[in-house]
């Protein structure tokens, strides 16, 4: 793992519990803004890792893990999508992050999209990588009745036969990832517990018109091969509510497949929430 990505936690409350949830923090170029990087599903925070050594935008990072995945605790109860909400954003408070931006990929789109929904106050800027929450995902993967069962099938899928394929199937060539990023897959994967226990994958009703509503400075990033939203569907949901930035060529993983391109959509997605603010 990255030595200046170490683990850190923080105890939270969800639904009455304690729970412990893993971040890690990023000096970046300043304090003046605050970016909080949010996985997807099967992930954890060291999706960024690549990304945030690179020091993409102007401020600091945060990278987390959701509870129930990577380094986080895994609650009693399964999960609904506002319990993730409920997380993040007490973890927003717990570390005194004013109005950060929210960086989500996938599911963590979501789950970001919400939270600006229900707490427009507290979020400086949105961007959707990839993002879930337009409609259900296409080509996902089916999880079984029996989460004992899913955990197998979890770890056996996490082998190179099995995950070579995923990788391709998500636009990605396995040959050129680096061996130090297909570990952080790999164990993000594994870690997935919450995952092993999903019936089916998680609905944000209007999602849309409710980040619209908020008036939260949103941009999103999308490849034009993603198999799982694909993007001629996804702009028609977002029928220009907001910006979709597009990397040419990539697949649900844009970041990994083209890690300069996406740097320079993210500094654009900057530019347009930072004019967006000013306008306010």
Do not use: C
């Amino acid at each position: 793992m990255h030595a200046d990505l170490r683990r850190r936690t923080t105890i939270i409350t969800l639904r009455g519990q304690r729970l412990r949830l893993a971040w890690s923090f990023w000096p970046g170029t300043g304090r003046e803004k605050t970016w909080v990087f949010i996985h997807g599903m099967g992930s954890s925070r060291w999706a960024f890792a690549d990304l945030l050594e690179r020091n993409p935008v102007s401020g600091q990072y945060v990278a987390v893990d959701l509870p129930g995945f990577g380094d986080s605790q895994l609650p009693r109860f399964v999960q609904r999508i506002e319990d993730f909400r409920e997380a993040l954003h007490a973890l927003m408070t717990h570390l005194h992050l004013e109005t950060p931006v929210l960086v989500g990929h996938s599911f963590g789109g979501m789950v970001a999209g919400d939270l600006a929904r229900v707490y427009p106050r507290d979020v400086g800027g949105l961007v959707l990588v990839s993002s879930a929450g337009y409609f259900s995902p296409l080509n996902a993967m089916k999880t079984s009745a029996w989460t004992w069962l899913n955990r197998i099938g979890i770890w056996v899928t996490s082998a190179d036969f099995y995950g070579n394929r995923t990788l391709k199937a998500l636009g990605l060539d396995p040959n050129s990832i680096p061996p130090a990023t297909r570990r952080r897959m790999r164990w993000g994967w594994r870690r997935a517990r919450e995952m092993a226990r999903m019936r089916q994958f998680y609905d944000v009703p209007q999602f849309v018109s409710g980040i619209t509503r908020s008036g939260v400075p949103t941009v999103a990033i999308h490849g034009d091969h993603d198999i799982l939203f694909p993007l001629p569907a996804v702009l028609k949901a977002v029928d220009s509510s907001f910006p979709v930035l597009i990397l040419p060529g990539a697949g649900h993983l844009p970041y990994d497949y083209n890690l300069e391109a996406f740097t320079d959509l993210l500094q654009q997605a900057e530019r347009i929430i930072e004019q967006k603010l000013a306008r306010l």
